[in-house]
């Protein structure tokens, strides 16, 4: 019975999250004009004007990403399972159905174009997508694409994609995982896996998923090595 709590919450969210068909107007005007708690808590001043996020800022791109997964980082974040000083007060002033349609707002976005990546050494982008592909037996390791998807396309609707994630951010919330500041997995799974890598590791995996795009089962990454660039 202890394993099937979390499973059970899952499913409970999941049910809670697709009561009705979400307002995607609604979803907007939050994103755009900060919803009840106005202006100053608006999305885009951090997450850009199309969900495009800030590689630099470490703020997440959250276009196209898996709608019910927006919408339960909105509750853990407002009812403290993953406690972040911006994110936490800005959660609280949404009503359970401001944060389904805001969160079915961005999962809307599919078209939304992809930044150029930063430069990365090719032999962690190496390392990176081995990781990604196969782990490491040595270091007990799982693939992340045994749950992220092919590619790192996610796997909706609790996997996100981490494909062409800004690699600032999937660096700052491993690290997260890794020193438990980060709790809301309820099987464990992200810091069983994390607490594993190194440092290293970490950055490459986060490069690496920056490097490559979606919808696409066997992505190359573009590498940037003073010789040109290389592209799937």
Request: hydrophobic share 35%; glycine share 12%; proline share 7%.
């Amino acid at each position: 019975m202890r394993h099937r709590l979390p499973a059970l919450l899952i499913a409970g969210l999941a049910a809670a999250a697709a009561h009705a068909e979400p307002d995607l107007e609604n979803g907007r005007a939050i994103a755009m004009g900060g919803g009840p708690g106005g202006p100053q808590t608006a999305c885009f001043t951090c997450h850009g004007a199309e969900g495009e996020g800030d590689r630099a800022a470490a703020f997440p791109r959250l276009a196209g990403q898996s709608g019910f997964y927006l919408y339960k980082q909105l509750q853990d974040y407002a009812y403290g399972h993953r406690p972040n000083e911006v994110m936490t007060p800005i959660a609280r002033e949404l009503s359970d159905s401001d944060m389904e349609d805001v969160a079915a707002y961005y999962a809307a976005l599919t078209d939304v174009p992809y930044g150029e990546p930063g430069e990365a050494d090719p032999e962690l982008l190496q390392r990176g997508g081995q990781l990604s592909a196969i782990g490491s037996r040595e270091q007990g390791i799982q693939a992340c694409v045994n749950c992220h998807g092919p590619g790192g396309a996610g796997m909706a609707p609790s996997f996100p994609y981490l494909a062409g994630q800004h690699a600032n951010y999937t660096e700052l919330t491993l690290h997260q995982w890794k020193n438990r500041l980060r709790r809301n997995d309820p099987l464990g799974v992200m810091e069983e896996i994390v607490r594993r890598m190194s440092d290293e590791d970490i950055r490459a995996v986060a490069l690496y998923f920056e490097q490559v795009r979606p919808g696409n089962a066997h992505p190359q990454p573009i590498i940037r090595n003073g010789l040109g660039e290389h592209e799937r």
